[in-house]
């Protein structure tokens, strides 16, 4: 069952200029997104910095107004709910963000920062509060005792992360939103949270979306996979086919990025690609389709059409012309044009 | 064209100290951090050498001391840091005796550093231009006098080396502020800032890291092409084994201020010989599918260390001598220091 939806998301955030401010453009952060998360699965949102995640995942929670579209949450539109409206739907919704030592409040100790949404939300006596806090500190590994009067700054990276996620899942949410949950702990450290996060999802029946830039890691947790580029979704697709079968230009040039560890993770790498440039501004995004200028595979007519989500079967979509059927549907070449080709280094 | 000929200068001075003797050698080195808490012992006896036109890579995690290493080598330490014993051999003169007149002429010209951060490494007020040519004018025969800055062949130098770190249209480049470039720009301009001393060997620290992976990737790759036409050669920092992989020939791995093992590249990712790098490996996510339980535990504390050896604590193979014995770096294997009591050329 669909538990989130969004329909034709867009945000714009204008760009003013001039004496009298007057608004002389738009950042495009998030530029008609369509996205389902599904109940007790994990969609991960992928993208490198200026691709529109973060902002996409914050319109979902409904931290940010979208400038058009709808908003769904269990079958029920969200999208104009006012803040007393929205209270109930917040304690369904809740959120672990990037970096621990900026998110925690490091004048309160643990026990206040975990109780904190069950004060907010008025929810049991300080008895019983209390008891909650312990039960939580146990659920995220961290022995109640030990735990329990300390502030941050006693605590190491793993450990406060531990503590923001006892934080979020306070209110028993249904859906936790991770915005990059690991990109500020060492490696030894990331493991060992994501096992938590794997655990609760069972234990709890939780719905993740999972905001990051790391596709080895999103591999290892992701249900479902969309890739955004400059406020779209290029690429969207169950995870193992994504990683099998990656078809939009800009996936496979991602992917052919990553630094491996091992000769099964080479073998699963596309060949090299080096990508022209860097990623634009999302405030002059070029016409047509928006990676044209990078793309390795650029055929006539790229600069002039804006490609639509194509199906190519079991869930898998792709923006890109060269699988439209009007076009012919050619697909990708299999190598990349030689000027832009560096042989794989494995 | 340029680069061919810079290139084959750098060359012809390497062919003179053609010796077996490596570029840099750091030997038994310790440093202590005096702190309100107490004395904290962080760098515990680190031995590296880094041979000419090598590349090693340094590999630890966050707050097991291969920065405060990478900075011993240049003299920058904090002024709270007592260096307690063992000597940094840069081509056979210890760094560390050095006064710090001495220390100027080969910090920037022999030995250059990449800092980290593009965001902060670079003067926000000042064009790129400026900032290039200052450095290059320091770099060349001490102070050139400020008339002589606008000097056309200094120029030339700095646009040459903006071309040489693939920034397209070095001219305009060269007018803006730092802030006008991308993440991806700023740090090929502290790239071209590094090279612009000739140096023998460059520190690089968490290059690329603030960077996403497309544009760090091109960056490494560059740069990795760059050392090898010119011979340089390059200590990389990094916590990241899979960075360390595409550009060092040999790599340390560090943990809690002391060596845990040394190897060369491929060698160390086919099979790791210390149980903390073996933890390390597992614990990368893969591509293929995969990622481990992680390391129990956290990095030492510093002002009251494990008595012996320093992983011993979180270590899945513990045994009785691994709290009575510190564990040496030796050679388990032709080629491969490790210091772990489970190979007994590690107990004394």
Known sequence: ????????????????????????????????????????????????????????????????????????????????????????????????????????????????IIEEPLVVHAVGTPVQRLRRVRELLERVELPPNDFLFRYPHALSGGQRQRVAIARALALQPKLIVL??????????????????????????????????????????????????????????????TLFRRPSHPYTRALLSAIPTVSDEEAALIP?????????????????????????????????RIVPELIPLGDGHLVRCILYDPAFGAPGLPERPASANAIPSRN | MESRQLNQEAGSRKQVAVDREPLLKIEDLAIHFHLYEGRARVINGVSLRIGRGESVALVGETGCGKSITAKTILGLLPPNAEIVSGRVLFEGEDLLRLPEEELQKIRGRKIAMIFQDPGTALNPVFTVGEQLMDVASWQGVGWVPLVRRRNGDLRKQCLDMLRLVRIPDPESAFRKYPIELSGGMRQRVLIALALLGNPDLLIADELGTALDVSIQDQILEELRDLVRTRGLSVLYITHNLGMARLVSDRIYV????????????????????????????????????????????RIPDYIAPPPACRFAPRCPFRMEICDQQRPLLAEAEPDRPVACHLYPTSTR
Do not use: W
């Open chain 1, 179 to 240: 915005d990059e949950p690991t990109s500020a702990l060492d490696v030894s450290v990331q493991a060992k949270i994501i096992a938590l996060l794997r655990r609760l999802q069972r234990e709890m029946k939780l719905t993740y979306l999972f905001i990051s830039h790391d596709l080895s890691l999103v591999r290892n947790v992701a249900d479902t996979v969309a890739v955004m580029y400059l406020g779209k979704i290029v690429e969207l697709a169950p995870g193992k």
């Open chain 1, 1 to 112: 069952m669909a538990l989130l939806e969004g329909h034709g998301l867009v945000k714009y955030f204008p760009v003013t200029a001039g004496l009298l401010r007057r608004k002389v453009g738009d950042v495009k952060a998030v530029d008609g997104v369509n996205l389902v998360l599904e109940e007790g699965q994990t969609l991960a949102l992928v993208g490198e910095t200026g691709s529109g995640k973060t902002t996409l995942g914050r319109l979902l929670m409904r931290l940010l107004q979208p400038t058009s579209g709808r908003i769904a949450f269990a079958g029920r539109d969200i999208t104009n709910l006012g803040e007393g409206e929205l209270r109930p739907v917040r304690r369904q919704i809740q959120m672990v963000f990037q970096n621990p030592a900026s998110s925690l409040n490091p004048r309160k100790r643990a026990k206040e």
């Open chain 1, 271 to 303: 060949e090299k690609i080096v990508l022209r440039g860097e990623i634009p501004s999302p405030a002059r995004v070029p016409p047509g389709c928006a990676f044209h200028p990078r793309c390795y595979a650029r055929v006539d007519g790229c600069d």
């Open chain 2, 254 to 297: 560090m943990y809690g201020g002391e060596i845990a093992e040394v190897a060369p590249t491929d060698a160390m990712f086919t099979r790791q010989l210390h149980p903390y790098s073996q933890g390390l490996l597992a614990a990368i996510p893969r591509l293929s599918g995969s990622i481990g339980e992680g390391i129990e535990g």
